[in-house]
């Protein structure tokens, strides 16, 4: 479970890197996420993200933290499953309001999804092998 933690990490990595590098992919991104559907399938990756989290917690290098990080995703996938049930307007006007901001804010939004990556990838790397 911790190994695929640490993929999980690395793909939120890239997303976070191309948020900073290309922020017009984020934007992109937002603008056909704005469905019951589309929010359900975020909300499904999400909580099964936060399970992987909570379950590889124990064997990672910092797992009090992963193990709150975890539940705080559990959570919002549980969160985002409801907007999409009950609110996708509300969550059509979020999502428009963070893109009129600029790619400014874009990018600083890359960058704490890098930063998110980066340690979950650090405290679930796998351990090496000696020879």
């Known amino acids: ?5 640490f993929v ?5 990595v890239t997303v976070g890197g191309v948020g ?8 992109w991104i937002a603008q056909h996420s704005v469905t019951s559907g589309v929010f359900y399938l975020i909300a499904t990756i999400r909580v099964a993200f936060g399970l992987v989290l909570i379950s ?7 797992p009090k933290a992963v193990c709150v990080l975890g539940y705080v995703i559990l959570i919002a996938g549980i969160t985002t499953a409801l907007t999409g049930l009950l609110a996708i307007g ?3 006007d979020i999502i428009d309001w963070w893109l009129q901001q600029g790619l400014g804010v874009v990018r600083l ?18 351990a090496r092998r000696v020879a």
């Open 1 to 5: 479970m911790k190994n695929l933690a």
């Open 8 to 12: 999980v990490g690395l793909c939120i």
């Open 20 to 27: 900073i590098i290309a922020p017009s992919g984020l934007v």
């Open 56 to 62: 590889a917690a124990s064997a990672s290098r910092a």
């Open 90 to 92: 509300r969550a059509r």
């Open 109 to 126: 939004t890359g960058v704490l999804v890098l930063a998110l990556g980066g340690f979950v990838a650090y405290a679930c790397v796998p």
